[in-house]
C-alpha cells in the first residue's frame, strides 16, 4: 500500500517555473514506478510524465518534452516535477500515481495503482 500527497502548485504567470512533489509513505516506495498526470476542467485526466522506479529512464508527453522533468529521491520517499516555460494551457490539477511495473503502456493511467488528491497549477497570461 502506497499513500501519495502532492504539494507545490500555485498560481504562475505564464513562462515562469513550478516545482512540484510528492511524499510517498510505505518502505516499498523505490520498487514503483512513477507518474504525473494532469486534469484540466472539463477534460480527461491526461499522462504528462513517468520515471522507473530507479530514476534510470524517464517518459514524456508531447506538449511538456524540453519544459518539464521528472525525478526522484528514494532515500526521501518523494517525486518531483520540475515544470519551466509554464503556458495557460497547462493549467490543471496535477496528481502523482504509483504504478506496479513500467511496461510499454506507462502512458496509460490504468497501469497506476495508487494516486495522491492532486494539487492546482493554475498559469496566467
Known amino acids: 500500500q502506497v499513500q501519495l500527497v502532492e504539494s507545490g502548485g500555485g498560481l504562475v504567470q505564464a513562462g515562469g517555473s513550478l516545482r512540484l512533489s510528492c511524499a510517498a509513505s510505505?518502505?516499498?516506495?523505490?520498487?514503483?514506478?512513477m507518474g504525473w498526470f494532469r486534469q484540466a476542467p472539463g477534460k480527461e485526466r491526461e499522462f504528462v510524465a513517468a520515471i522507473t522506479w530507479s530514476g534510470g529512464s524517464d517518459y514524456y508527453t508531447d506538449s511538456v518534452k524540453g519544459r518539464f522533468t521528472i525525478s526522484r529521491d528514494n532515500a526521501k520517499n518523494s517525486v518531483y516535477l520540475q515544470m519551466n516555460s509554464l503556458k495557460p494551457e497547462d493549467t490543471a490539477v496535477y496528481y502523482c500515481a504509483a504504478a506496479q511495473k513500467w511496461t510499454v503502456f506507462i502512458g496509460n493511467r490504468n497501469e497506476y495503482d495508487y494516486w495522491g488528491q492532486g494539487t492546482q497549477v493554475t498559469v496566467s497570461i
Open positions: 510505505g518502505r516499498t516506495f523505490s520498487r514503483y514506478p
